[in-house]
């Protein structure tokens, strides 16, 4: 059995830049495990291509919840991805970090040295940001940050509709305030996508003290006693780890793992005759997840993205793609959006996902014709899943139950985000260039149970679970780890991934989660972060 000093489970957004952090000293022994492929696949690096890369569904997992009552019977598809660098690697490439009360909402709960003020270096250390600087950017962390290098009229229009209907403009929702809406700062550099195995992977490899494993699958943490000692692959593979083991497999694959383990629930892990190590039932509840709903409008002209990767116009971007890594290659396609206070409570609730398209779903093709797709989607959820095991054996899928708009208040929400949607819609900037509204069918705003039921069969994920592993107070018997995010009733086991977050961040999930293996890799080291 071979041994390393540090084994990280999840080659993903904060495997590599733990594995970044951990063998910067060279004394440090590391294995990183990732169960899926090497991100060699060039369309992985093309910006405006990664709706391939979902599509072709190879580095992907496409978890599926059980049917779901709130989202009247459909099952929630929530691809993740599986592949170096993880969800860096296959999403749309927003840089957010979350609005300022969401951190310290966690500091309140019991999380200390979670507070906005504390993690705000962290997320400077990280970052190279190409435009931003001073207190709240940094420009010497390996992640980039840069503005659109393509702007789509359809997007330029979208911030000009929203201007018209009183939402203030916003250049950095990273900054001041968050609410506004504008153009989106995407983790992309010179005109390609630049993710955490990019950022913080690819120069560490170099070191041999790193070692990389892909196509490798954990299936469970091994224990001497109550101590973390190695780990034990799906094909019996096992490895020991000296110091410590951290988990960076995603809020559903880590609580997976974690119940594998003997570490969850114990009177569920004893029924499946799993030996219970640390009886902790909050492995695997607090599932929380980002809903939005479509609202498109089909152009009068033929001027969205449509039939742009094919043919003669798909070689012309290509070739422009080639040889300056500009165009519409060179876009993340979510190029514009915003952050709408929808209730009057001084703090976003909605925020917007706007596309040069109209964009189909996991079990619906998308609209005919030419058009704009925005997405409102709620952002501190109140509705709260679970993800349990079936069985003993970690090839079989888990009990999982999104348990999505079961709070009545997700879907009020949403209503309000769709509402604010459609007055964006029909603004003079949109209203010149839109023909009429295509989802949801017009005046369907004035019946209430009819948008809301539409909520209930349209409403899709934005691919952000959290939550499952949840930090919490020492007397909080549903946390799963403390500030320190070691595991509770164990030694030598963290979880570094979004398992942890209390309660969601209001935004796009990547670059928090990156937030927190920073953090963990300096717990586990005692290396400060200068920010």
Same mark, same amino acid.
């Given at each position: ?27 440090h ?7 899926g492929?090497?991100d ?40 993740q ?26 500091s309140?709960m019991?999380?200390q ?38 702007r789509?009229?359809l997007?330029e229009?979208?911030v ?12 950095d ?33 170099k ?20 101590r973390a ?19 960076t497999?995603?809020?559903i ?12 629930d ?6 499946l ?25 089909e152009?009068?002209? %033929?001027?969205? =993205?449509?039939?742009?990767? @094919? +043919?003669?116009?798909a !070689?012309?971007?290509? /070739?422009r ?9 060179s876009?993340?396609v ?30 619906r ?8 797709s ?12 679970w ?7 970690p ?12 709070? %009545?208040?997700? =879907?009020?929400?949403?209503v @309000? +985000?769709?509402?604010? !949607?459609?007055?964006i /819609?029909?603004?003079p ?10 989802l949801?069918?017009?005046g369907i705003?004035?019946d209430?149970e009819?948008l809301?039921d ?24 549903m ?5 320190d ?25 990547n ?21």
């Amino acid at each position: 059995m071979t041994t390393y000093d540090y084994i990280i489970v999840g080659g993903g957004s904060s495997g590599c830049v733990l594995a970044n952090r951990l063998s910067e000293n060279a004394a440090h022994k590391v294995l990183l495990i990732e169960s899926g492929r090497r991100d060699a696949d060039p369309w992985i690096h093309i910006p405006a291509t990664f709706f391939k890369v979902l599509g072709k569904g190879i580095d992907i997992h496409p978890y599926a919840s059980n049917p779901d009552k709130g989202l009247n019977g459909r099952p929630s598809i929530v691809p993740q991805g599986n592949v170096l660098g993880g969800g860096s690697s296959v999403n749309a490439m927003i840089y957010i970090r979350g609005h300022r009360n969401d951190y310290d909402t966690w500091s309140q709960m019991g999380c200390q040295g979670w507070s906005y003020d504390d993690v705000l270096p962290v997320f400077r250390s990280l970052e190279h940001n190409e435009r931003l600087n001073g207190q709240f950017h940094g420009r010497k962390g390996g992640l980039h940050v840069s503005d659109p290098r393509h702007r789509h009229p359809l997007s330029e229009a979208f911030v000009k509709a929203a201007t018209e209907i009183g939402i203030p403009h916003n250049d950095d929702f990273n900054g001041t305030d968050q609410a506004g809406v504008g153009f989106y700062q995407s983790t992309t550099y010179g005109g390609r996508r630049w993710s955490s195995a990019q950022a913080f992977l690819r120069e560490a490899e170099k070191r041999p003290n790193l070692t990389v494993l892909t196509e490798r699958k954990v299936a469970r943490v091994l224990f001497e006693g109550q101590r973390a000692a190695g780990v034990e692959l799906v094909d019996g593979t096992t490895f020991k780890a000296s110091r410590e083991i951290a988990l960076t497999s995603g809020a559903i694959a880590t609580p997976k793992i974690l119940q594998l383990s003997g570490i969850g629930d114990g009177a569920h892990l004893a029924s499946l005759g799993i030996q219970v190590v640390a009886d902790l039932p909050g492995v695997g509840a607090n599932y929380q997840d980002h809903l939005e709903v479509p609202v498109q409008g089909e152009t009068r002209e %033929p001027i969205s =993205i449509l039939g742009h990767d @094919r +043919g003669l116009r798909a !070689a012309g971007h290509m /070739l422009r793609y080639l040889t300056s890594r500009r165009g519409l290659l060179s876009s993340n396609v979510v190029e514009c959006g915003g952050f709408v206070d929808t209730a009057g409570t001084g703090q976003p609730d909605v925020q917007f996902h706007v596309l040069p398209v109209l964009i189909g779903f996991v079990d619906r093709e998308p609209e005919p014709g030419h058009g704009l797709s925005i997405g409102p989607c709620y952002l501190r959820p109140r509705s709260r899943g679970w993800i349990r095991l079936k069985s003993a054996d970690p090839r079989e899928q888990t009990d999982f139950n999104a348990n999505l708009l079961s709070d %009545p208040a997700d =879907i009020e929400t949403l209503v @309000r +985000g769709v509402e604010t !949607a459609i007055r964006i /819609l029909d603004a003079p900037a949109l209203a010149k260039l839109v023909k009429r509204r295509v989802l949801p069918k017009p005046g369907i705003e004035k019946d209430p149970e009819a948008l809301r039921d539409y909520i209930r069969q349209s409403a899709k994920t934005v691919f952000h679970p959290a939550g499952t592993a949840r930090m919490g107070r020492a007397d909080d018997r549903m946390a799963v780890v403390g500030p320190d995010l070691k595991v509770r009733g164990v030694e030598g086991l963290r979880v570094c991934d979004a398992s942890v977050m209390p309660t969601l961040v209001s935004g796009n999930t990547n670059a928090p989660t990156m937030m927190i293996a920073a953090k963990a890799a300096a717990f586990m080291t005692g290396k400060a972060i200068s920010g």
